[in-house]
T-cell receptor, first 111, second 121 residues
Framework: EAQVTQNPRYLITVTGKKLTVTCSQN?????MSWYRQDPGLGLRQIYY???????DKGDVPEGYKVSRKEKRNFPLILESPSPNQTSLYFC??????????FGPGTRLTVT | AQTVTQSQPEMSVQEAETVTLSCTYD???????LFWYKQPPSRQMILVIR??????QNATENRFSVNFQKAAKSFSLKISDSQLGDTAMYFC??????????????????FGQGTILTVHP
């Protein structure tokens, strides 16, 4: 089954404790991306990647890191999480010219 | 920078009736894609319809159709014969095509703020 998976689905952590949210797709897509969704703001792009070793900033990259060492994986790293990073996070992938397939979302709470 | 505006935070419609959700965008790009995504209470993001900017013909998918006005930078979604399962948050999204040394690819994707649609029985 073609899909984008994210782990964990739910995470509660404390300020400053480094964490990684994994994202994996099995569709051989070149393009992958991370978004955060906050009430009243819609989805905002954090980082995107057009292919292996090619990443670029989205609209809200501050406080986040990404890497694309393999085509299928695109982890999101929060080196020192803060409460303002409490949000719902989505990973997505697509091939060129087609719609993005979204993962199920990760609900992150930073206390 | 691109912006996408959905001016209707909430809409409601009776089952079997027609409703139109508005979306406007601002860009200097000439090549891009536009999308409508649906997010039901499960939070899963589901593609409803897409439109390529170079195509003048409006996209349709069963009960869903768009009114794409490129000069006006408008991209509205019409849902005909509304069903209870259409109740969801709807997002308009803009995706430019970026040209780089190796060719072209998607660039930064921008979403609108969303419209909550409620279909009443």
């Amino acid at each position: 089954e073609a899909q984008v998976t994210q782990n964990p689905r739910y995470l509660i952590t404390v300020t400053g404790k480094k964490l990684t949210v994994t994202c994996s797709q099995n569709m051989n897509h070149e393009y992958m991306s991370w978004y955060r969704q906050d009430p009243g703001l819609g989805l905002r792009q954090i980082y995107y990647s057009m292919n292996v070793e090619v990443t670029d900033k989205g609209d809200v990259p501050e406080g986040y890191k990404v890497s694309r060492k393999e085509k299928r994986n695109f982890p999101l790293i929060l080196e020192s999480p803060s409460p303002n990073q409490t949000s719902l996070y989505f990973c997505a992938s697509s091939s060129w010219g087609n719609e993005q397939y979204f993962g199920p979302g990760t609900r992150l709470t930073v206390t | 920078a691109q912006t996408v505006t959905q001016s209707q935070p909430e809409m409601s419609v009776q089952e079997a009736e027609t409703v139109t959700l508005s979306c406007t965008y601002d860009t200097s790009e000439s090549n891009y894609y536009l999308f409508w995504y649906k997010q039901p209470p499960s939070r899963q993001m589901i593609l409803v319809i897409r439109q390529e900017a170079y195509k003048q013909q409006n996209a349709t998918e069963n009960r869903f159709s768009v009114n794409f006005q490129k000069a006006a930078k408008s991209f509205s979604l019409k849902i005909s014969d509304s069903q209870l399962g259409d109740t969801a948050m709807y997002f308009c999204a803009f995706n430019p095509l970026s040209t780089f040394a190796g060719g072209t690819s998607y660039g930064k994707l921008t979403f609108g703020q969303g419209t909550i649609l409620t279909v009443h029985p």
